[in-house]
């Protein structure tokens, strides 16, 4: 059995633990080195990083999200453990677990540690997808002869690195094609390296639920269910044309899934088409200074989004929720796009400003949509706002700073309402 150990990097036929380290970190399977297509996972990243910067926090539950009133935004392994699931309310995550260490996200220091990641996987293969600032697609397909290596190898490689440089650890999936690579990369977290053969694909599928195909929510599962399919096996037993009829686009491609067929190629330049970013406040406010440090904060998250993604948005929108639960959204499409956090704060209070009274709100959202890349964005000043290039130019300086003292090392005013 071709095995591989993940602490050493020793290959070898099998045994259960490590012949060069003696290491019981082993990975083994028949195809374990034909294999190209992977799925890399950062464990918990948020709070992972927490804890790297915070080692008092090491064996502590800790929780990324806001008050009582928000939502978990994710949680370390502790916390799951009793109960905590990201997007959880806060106040259900809290019953499960009181002694939990609440934190607030710090947006700006995951962009970059996302950035120092996307830079390890730079060096195995150009072919990466990115889902999200913690998780991406890889395609090693080619690569053995210049790594010297086959790809399970350059991959266990790559999450030691990211242990040792970076200081946060990664699970990997590693399969024939890109769903099952992700469903491979959550079988085994933390720390985990798991793989999905061709041979072995209908038999593991089988007695899958529904759900674990990326994509079915609570709402997928539910319509599935009153068609008699709750699993991947009834779900094959479908014939294709009926799939198509009852679920439309949604069912042929279910049909494909069911056997393991995945053709969707690992796209580097798979097109995002929103960033946003909303909170939830602890209680419902109508305080304008209160409202304005909020929009402040979120144009700052959305437009480090947008820096790390090198990407900018032509609309500008914004989201408000009422204390009666009613949401209201309002758009402002740009003469052209822009990335930078004090345009679309400034567009995003024009909205608030002309929404009036709305009475007292529980929530609210910053978001930039009809993405381009980030080489049409803020090229020259506007005509009505004669100081918008030096507010640009000032900006692109405290990206600079903080890049190399920190996220914290400026901070504007209004942040701190």
Same mark, same amino acid.
């Given at each position: 059995?071709?095995?591989?150990?993940?602490?050493?990097?020793?290959?070898?036929?099998?045994?259960?633990?490590?012949?060069?380290?003696?290491?019981?970190?082993?990975?083994?399977?028949?195809?374990?080195?034909?294999?190209?297509?992977?799925?890399?996972?950062?464990?918990?990243?948020?709070?992972?990083?927490?804890?790297?910067?915070?080692?008092? /926090? @090491?064996? &502590? =539950? +800790?929780? #990324?999200?806001? $008050?009582?009133?928000? *939502?978990?935004?994710?949680?370390?392994?502790? %916390?799951?453990?009793?109960?905590?699931?990201?997007?959880?309310?806060?106040?259900?995550?809290?019953?499960?677990?009181?002694?939990?260490?609440?934190?607030?996200?710090?947006?700006?220091?995951?962009?970059?540690?996302?950035?120092?990641?996307?830079?390890?996987?730079?060096?195995?293969?150009?072919?990466?997808?990115?889902?999200?600032?913690?998780?991406?697609?890889?395609?090693?397909?080619?690569?053995?002869?210049?790594?010297?290596?086959?790809?399970?190898?350059?991959?266990?490689?790559?999450?030691?690195?990211?242990?040792?440089?970076?200081?946060?650890?990664?699970?990997?999936?590693?399969?024939?094609?890109?769903?099952?690579?992700?469903?491979?990369?959550?079988?085994?977290?933390?720390?985990?390296?798991?793989?999905?053969?061709?041979?072995?694909?209908?038999?593991? /599928? @089988?007695? &899958? =639920? +529904?759900? #674990?195909?990326? $994509?079915?929510?609570? *709402?997928?599962?539910?319509?599935?269910?009153? %068609?008699?399919?709750?699993?991947?096996?009834?779900?094959?037993?479908?014939?294709?044309?009926?799939?198509?009829?009852?679920?439309?686009?949604?069912?042929?491609?279910?049909?494909?899934?069911?056997?393991?067929?995945?053709?969707?190629?690992?796209?580097?330049?798979?097109?995002?088409?929103?960033?946003?970013?909303?909170?939830?406040?602890?209680?419902?406010?109508?305080?304008?200074?209160?409202?304005?440090?909020?929009?402040?904060?979120?144009?700052?998250?959305?437009?480090?989004?947008?820096?790390?993604?090198?990407?900018?948005?032509?609309?500008?929108?914004?989201?408000?929720?009422?204390?009666?639960?009613?949401?209201?959204?309002?758009?402002?499409?740009?003469?052209?796009?822009?990335?930078?956090?004090?345009?679309?704060?400034?567009?995003?209070?024009?909205?608030?400003? @002309?929404?009036?009274?709305?009475?007292?709100?529980?929530?609210?959202?910053?978001?930039?949509?009809?993405?381009?890349?980030?080489?049409?964005?803020?090229?020259?000043?506007?005509?009505?706002?004669?100081?918008?290039?030096?507010?640009?130019?000032?900006?692109?300086?405290?990206?600079?700073?903080?890049?190399?003292?920190?996220?914290?090392?400026?901070?504007?005013?209004?942040?701190?309402?």
């Amino acid at each position: 059995m071709p095995s591989l150990c993940r602490q050493c990097l020793t290959t070898f036929d099998d045994g259960t633990r490590c012949p060069a380290c003696r290491s019981p970190r082993i990975t083994a399977h028949p195809e374990l080195f034909d294999l190209t297509i992977a799925h890399m996972d950062c464990d918990a990243f948020y709070a992972s990083v927490e804890k790297r910067d915070r080692p008092d /926090l @090491a064996d &502590k =539950p +800790v929780i #990324i999200g806001g $008050g009582r009133r928000g *939502v978990v935004s994710t949680c370390c392994y502790v %916390a799951r453990i009793r109960g905590v699931r990201s997007a959880m309310p806060m106040f259900k995550a809290l019953e499960l677990c009181p002694d939990a260490v609440v934190l607030k996200g710090r947006m700006d220091l995951y962009v970059e540690v996302s950035k120092q990641v996307r830079a390890l996987m730079e060096e195995l293969t150009p072919a990466i997808e990115p889902l999200s600032l913690d998780e991406a697609f890889l395609d090693l397909t080619g690569t053995a002869r210049l790594h010297g290596a086959p790809p399970a190898v350059m991959l266990a490689r790559l999450t030691r690195r990211m242990q040792e440089e970076i200081g946060i650890t990664g699970s990997i999936g590693l399969s024939h094609n890109k769903f099952l690579a992700k469903i491979a990369s959550d079988l085994d977290k933390p720390r985990g390296f798991s793989v999905i053969g061709r041979a072995e694909t209908k038999a593991f /599928l @089988a007695p &899958k =639920p +529904v759900g #674990i195909i990326f $994509g079915i929510g609570i *709402v997928g599962q539910e319509s599935l269910k009153k %068609a008699g399919i709750n699993t991947i096996a009834d779900l094959k037993r479908w014939d294709r044309a009926d799939l198509a009829r009852r679920f439309g686009s949604m069912g042929d491609r279910l049909w494909h899934l069911a056997r393991g067929e995945d053709h969707r190629p690992v796209s580097r330049n798979r097109p995002v088409k929103s960033i946003s970013k909303e909170t939830t406040f602890g209680e419902d406010t109508a305080d304008a200074d209160i409202l304005d440090g909020h929009l402040w904060r979120l144009a700052e998250q959305v437009s480090a989004r947008a820096k790390a993604k090198e990407t900018a948005g032509r609309v500008v929108t914004l989201k408000l929720k009422s204390a009666d639960f009613k949401t209201i959204t309002r758009r402002h499409a740009l003469s052209d796009p822009t990335q930078m956090a004090d345009r679309i704060y400034r567009e995003a209070r024009a909205l608030l400003d @002309a929404m009036g009274s709305t009475g007292p709100a529980r929530l609210i959202g910053v978001g930039i949509s009809d993405l381009v890349s980030a080489d049409m964005a803020d090229r020259g000043g506007d005509l009505l706002d004669p100081g918008a290039a030096r507010r640009a130019e000032a900006e692109r300086a405290t990206d600079a700073i903080r890049a190399r003292f920190g996220p914290d090392a400026i901070r504007k005013g209004r942040a701190l309402r």
